[in-house]
């Protein structure tokens, strides 16, 4: 399939679009910067009508601005990695340190538990352990999407789910995540589930 910036085929995706690797670190390196190029070379805005593969910084940033926003929901601005307002970052860095103080906390409550004990009834096991292994999978599968997506306190506690569109470079990780808290989840609750061969625990 082809890039959706400059056209030329590709085999992966990047930033969650059908994008090539140069247009993705193109598009970062700008964001980084905070300096998006202003000069169009033709002067109009068109480089890209007559040559997809255009060097114009311009009109190829624009472009792969408006490919990003059409991925994104619509409440989500792209302008905010390019603006990088320091008041958002400030309360987003507030939100993100009492959410990890709230969420060591938790992880610190769970675990002092023997969970894996055969002393421990079954369903406090499977209870505790299940708790865990989701509250693990939220704080892994938040850490994956990117900081654009998470603007509002809402984002952080869970009183606001937002969903986001499924995309290959977000759905792997996510899926190795699962797979990981899951045996993770088998062994503590089940102390019979090591004993299984690979296979049959697969």
């Not at 169009?40 to 311009?58: E, I, P």
């Not at 603007?151 to 606001?160: M, T, V």
Request: with cysteine; net charge positive; hydrophobic share 35%.
């Amino acid at each position: 399939r082809p890039c959706l910036i400059c056209n030329l085929p590709i085999k992966e995706c990047h930033l969650g679009i059908d994008c090539c690797r140069a247009c993705s670190v193109f598009y970062k390196r700008i964001c980084a910067s905070n300096r998006p190029p202003v000069v169009c070379k033709r002067g109009d805005g068109t480089c890209r009508d007559k040559d997809t593969f255009t060097s114009c910084r311009k009109c190829r940033f624009v472009r792969f601005t408006e490919v990003l926003a059409g991925a994104l929901p619509t409440d989500v601005l792209v302008n905010s990695l390019i603006a990088r307002d320091d008041t958002v970052g400030n309360e987003m860095s507030l939100i993100a340190d009492r959410r990890s103080k709230s969420a060591l906390v938790l992880f610190s409550f769970l675990v002092e538990k023997p969970l894996s004990s055969t002393e421990t009834p079954i369903l406090d096991r499977i209870r505790w352990n299940y708790s865990l292994m989701c509250h693990t999978r939220k704080s892994g599968e938040i850490a994956t999407k990117p900081i654009n997506c998470h603007l509002k306190q809402g984002d952080f506690d869970g009183s606001n789910i937002q969903f986001h569109p499924a995309t290959y470079s977000a759905v792997v990780p996510n899926m190795r995540l699962f797979t990981s808290t899951l045996f993770d989840f088998g062994r503590l609750t089940f102390p019979d589930f090591m004993q299984l061969s690979e296979e049959d625990r697969v």
